[in-house]
């Protein structure tokens, strides 16, 4: 999200809309991986149901 936009829920609700377009493309695992300085989109990715599988590279991962 752009810096202007930020800090108003728009990527958390990206991260919301997108995910049934993701399961009916067929996929049921998505992963993001997220810098260890970029707490916010870590706090993002957590609130949109993404669970930590790596904490090295901060990767996330959500199932359907």
Same mark, same amino acid.
């Given at each position: 999200? #752009?810096?202007?936009?930020?800090? $108003?829920?728009?990527?958390?609700?990206?991260? %919301?809309?997108?995910?049934?377009?993701? #399961? $009916? $493309?067929?996929?049921?695992?998505?992963? #993001?991986?997220?810098?260890?300085?970029?707490?916010?989109?870590?706090?993002?990715?957590?609130?949109?149901?993404?669970?930590?599988?790596?904490?090295?590279?901060?990767?996330?991962?959500? %199932?359907?």
């Amino acid at each position: 999200v #752009a810096p202007p936009f930020r800090n $108003q829920g728009i990527g958390s609700q990206i991260l %919301t809309e997108i995910q049934p377009w993701i #399961a $009916q $493309q067929g996929y049921d695992e998505v992963y #993001a991986e997220i810098k260890q300085a970029n707490v916010a989109s870590k706090q993002v990715f957590l609130k949109a149901g993404f669970h930590c599988i790596d904490v090295t590279n901060f990767v996330y991962l959500v %199932t359907y």
